[in-house]
């Protein structure tokens, strides 16, 4: 998909990626970004209602507690089920979906706009999931709290995402042992440890494990098994994405730019993704 660089707003006038950023870099991108926008402005607006329609204290922070506490096992649930189902390549009507909000990620963990959620898909969840046990606890100013205090969280979960894939290794040991675990999702084996700050669904359901338990790297843990074969029958994901992703995606992109420029200087050839 050829997509137009100078409609973007800011530093979004051209791609990213982490393993080539700055946490300032990271910052800015973040800040700059619609869908991080749209969470903070939606938040500032969910909070005056709250003022507005004012819950008890209990009920506010009942609702505000809900939402944080029930995040990881939302998040697990969509992660481990839907975005790594094998359901949605197989129509026409949710494949494009699909590449989007994660086969894309995976075929390139770094690209940093892939990484964000997609508003169409992200604000509908967090509504459903946070609105009516809200409401439930404290009526529409309880619906709000638990709105915004979702809405937040999704900021904080989007950053910690960001952060796990940014090119640096973290001192906090919390936040290494969470860059560990969420490296080894996206570059050795993709079937497990499907949390990102939180991995207490993991181990509650069995997905959570140690790299060096695993000794075998997963062969899709770039497609996520959207593999040739796969795509024989089920063709629109690969149509929409110039192929199916196979090897590490900087050796990928390596070859493609070496493609390229042997067409600008006259040679044949394509573009590839099939490099090793």
Same mark, same amino acid.
């Given at each position: 998909?050829?997509?137009?660089?100078?409609?973007?707003?800011?530093?979004?006038?051209? !791609? &990213?990626?982490? #393993?080539?950023?700055? /946490?300032?870099? =990271?910052?800015? *991108?973040?800040?700059?970004?619609?869908?991080?926008? +749209?969470?903070?402005?939606?938040?500032?607006?969910?909070?005056?209602?709250?003022?507005?329609?004012?819950?008890?204290?209990?009920?506010?922070?009942?609702?505000?507690?809900?939402?944080?506490?029930?995040?990881?096992?939302?998040?697990?649930?969509?992660?481990?089920?839907?975005?790594?189902?094998?359901?949605?390549?197989?129509?026409?009507?949710?494949?494009?979906?699909?590449?989007?909000?994660?086969? !894309? &990620?995976?075929? #390139?963990?770094?690209? /940093?706009?892939? =990484?964000?959620? *997609?508003?169409?898909?992200?604000?509908?969840?967090? +509504?459903?999931?946070?609105?009516?046990?809200g409401y439930l606890i404290g009526g529409v100013g309880g619906a709000a709290v638990c709105f915004a205090a979702g809405l937040i969280t999704t900021c904080f979960y989007e950053f910690a995402h960001c952060i796990q894939h940014l090119s640096y290794?973290?001192?906090?040991?919390?936040?290494?042992?969470?860059?560990?675990?969420?490296?080894?999702?996206?570059?050795?084996?993709?079937?497990?440890?499907?949390?990102?700050?939180?991995?207490?669904?993991?181990? =509650?359901?069995?997905?959570?494990?140690?790299?060096?338990?695993?000794? +075998?790297?997963?062969?899709?843990?770039?497609?996520?098994?959207?593999?040739?074969?796969?795509?024989?029958?089920?063709?629109?994901?690969?149509?929409?994405?110039?192929?199916?992703?196979?090897?590490?995606?900087?050796?990928?992109?390596?070859?493609?730019?070496?493609?390229?420029?042997?067409?600008?200087?006259?040679?044949?050839?394509?573009?590839?993704?099939?490099?090793?």
């Amino acid at each position: 998909m050829i997509v137009d660089h100078q409609k973007r707003p800011g530093i979004w006038n051209r !791609d &990213h990626f982490l #393993d080539r950023m700055t /946490l300032k870099d =990271l910052v800015v *991108a973040y800040f700059q970004y619609y869908a991080i926008q +749209a969470y903070i402005l939606l938040a500032v607006l969910a909070i005056a209602v709250a003022i507005w329609n004012p819950p008890s204290l209990l009920a506010g922070a009942a609702a505000a507690v809900f939402a944080v506490i029930a995040y990881p096992a939302v998040w697990y649930l969509l992660h481990r089920f839907v975005l790594h189902g094998q359901w949605m390549y197989k129509s026409p009507l949710t494949a494009r979906t699909w590449k989007r909000i994660h086969y !894309d &990620h995976h075929q #390139d963990p770094n690209h /940093l706009e892939v =990484l964000f959620g *997609a508003l169409y898909t992200t604000l509908p969840t967090i +509504a459903i999931a946070t609105i009516p046990v809200g409401y439930l606890i404290g009526g529409v100013g309880g619906a709000a709290v638990c709105f915004a205090a979702g809405l937040i969280t999704t900021c904080f979960y989007e950053f910690a995402h960001c952060i796990q894939h940014l090119s640096y290794k973290p001192k906090n040991p919390w936040l290494a042992e969470m860059k560990k675990r969420h490296m080894a999702h996206h570059f050795h084996d993709e079937s497990g440890n499907f949390g990102i700050t939180s991995f207490w669904p993991d181990k =509650l359901f069995g997905t959570f494990y140690d790299r060096e338990a695993r000794p +075998a790297k997963s062969k899709t843990v770039f497609n996520l098994g959207y593999t040739d074969e796969v795509a024989e029958s089920y063709p629109w994901v690969s149509a929409m994405s110039g192929g199916v992703a196979k090897g590490h995606p900087r050796k990928r992109a390596a070859a493609a730019n070496e493609n390229a420029t042997h067409l600008r200087a006259g040679g044949a050839g394509a573009p590839t993704r099939d490099a090793a």
